[in-house]
């Protein structure tokens, strides 16, 4: 009912589902997607709106079948979808490289795939406001990452730290080691910090026990758990 609210308030013209993660399998566990929370968003927008997905996460990608337009825009990484992004290419801590659309060669200040995730759903909404492709990359390569959201910061001992702290999640972590994992050509010692972990889906205790096997697979260098339940993790 908040989002049906908060959707009939804002008068939507443009509506963005980007991904339907572990913080919201709780609630879906029983349900479809037609029947989640994102779904009353979806049913806001215009047949003259536009509805921009991720093709690559399958439940949101599934709400599309349910919006009143049929402007749908799609955004990942299948050349199925109207805006992609190819030749994805790390270089540690000077950022990423990638190309959208096989014709658009993008550098950013980011370390993670779902970095690049929000940057194609950010390239489909301005082009939809008919914003155009040299201002949109110009504008990605000035992007800085917020702090807690993968910002790195150089240490004085010449060590990168990357702070990944805003989202307690059992995603973020998976987020997480995939971006430490990018580093693993440009670095000597990857360690691997890890707080405690607030939305799962669940038992925690068992939900630790499961993530602990997922982190099990690893070479980091080192593991550092942090919390009530690390134990679990170990």
Known sequence: EQMKRAAEMTLPGIGLITNLGNA????????TPAESKESAFVRQIPADGFLIVNQDDEMAANLAKISPTTNIVR?????????????????????????????FDVKMQIN????IYNALASIAIA??????????????????????????????????????????????????????????????NLTLVLGDVHRFEGDKKEAMRSLGHYLSVFQ?????????HSEELA
């Open 24 to 31: 919201h399998l709780a609630y879906l566990k029983e349900n």
């Open 75 to 103: 955004y990942g990484l299948s050349r199925q979808a109207d805006f992609f992004a190819s030749q994805i290419r790390s270089h540690g801590a000077a950022g990423t490289t990638f190309r959208v659309n096989e014709t």
């Open 112 to 115: 993670s795939i779902s970095d």
């Open 127 to 188: 082009r939809v406001l008919d914003v155009d492709f040299e201002v949109i990359i110009e504008r990605l390569g000035r992007f800085e990452l917020p702090e807690g959201r993968g910002k790195i910061y150089h240490l004085s001992n010449e060590a990168l730290l990357i702070d990944d702290l805003y989202d307690q999640s059992v995603d973020s972590v998976r987020k997480a080691v995939q971006t430490l994992l990018g580093f693993r050509k440009t670095s000597k």
């Open 220 to 228: 980091f260098d080192r593991f550092v758990f942090i919390g009530p």
